[in-house]
């Protein structure tokens, strides 16, 4: 596992009475490549690996996303990260796969409110209304690679490498002020 770390942002980030965009709690995050019969995997996981890019599965603490035709995005908390790790490792010899950590790699932000939508808009090149809900999406956001997760209608999450952190904290600051600002 990935040593546990801090960031240096805050949790909130902007808050308005119709936005709120925070740091969200860190989760156990894997990159998952396998290809071919991926029965073995599946039934380790207790969940069907979803096939069309930006696709979700969800089963009970664990999270499935489809990034590339042979790429998943598996998210989970602490505790069940160690057990995914140990039944995927059980089911090698039957599905060569690669299964990376990448827990301190990224940092989440979620955005909530009526105006969520609205400030994906100011970063994201993508037709933010035509994501379903449940789905995911890899992008950019103002330059900076993301994962652009669609919750509901009015909430959010993106997924940035840490490094790229402060940048996407300051432009959604930004802009939830900009937006306050004009609904005033």
Known sequence: MSKAFSHPLPNVIAMSKSLSVKTAARNTRFSLRAR???????AALGLALPVKIGTCA????LEV??????????????AVGAEVSAKLAGVYGKVPHS????TA??????????????????GCPRDIDAIPVGEARRTVFDGATVVLWKDAEDTF???VWN?????????????????????V
Do not use: H, Y
């Open 163 to 183: 490094s790229f952190a402060p940048f996407l904290a300051q432009t959604l600051q930004t802009g939830a002020t900009e937006l306050a600002l004009e609904a």
């Open 157 to 159: 999450r993106i997924d």
């Open 36 to 42: 071919g019969d991926l029965a073995a995997i599946e």
């Open 65 to 78: 996303l489809c990034l590339g035709p042979d790429e998943w995005l598996v998210l989970t908390s602490d």
């Open 105 to 122: 790699r990224e940092i989440t932000f979620t955005i909530k409110g009526q105006q969520a939508a609205e400030l994906m808009t100011i």
């Open 99 to 102: 299964l990376t950590e990448i």
């Open 58 to 61: 969800r089963t009970d603490g």
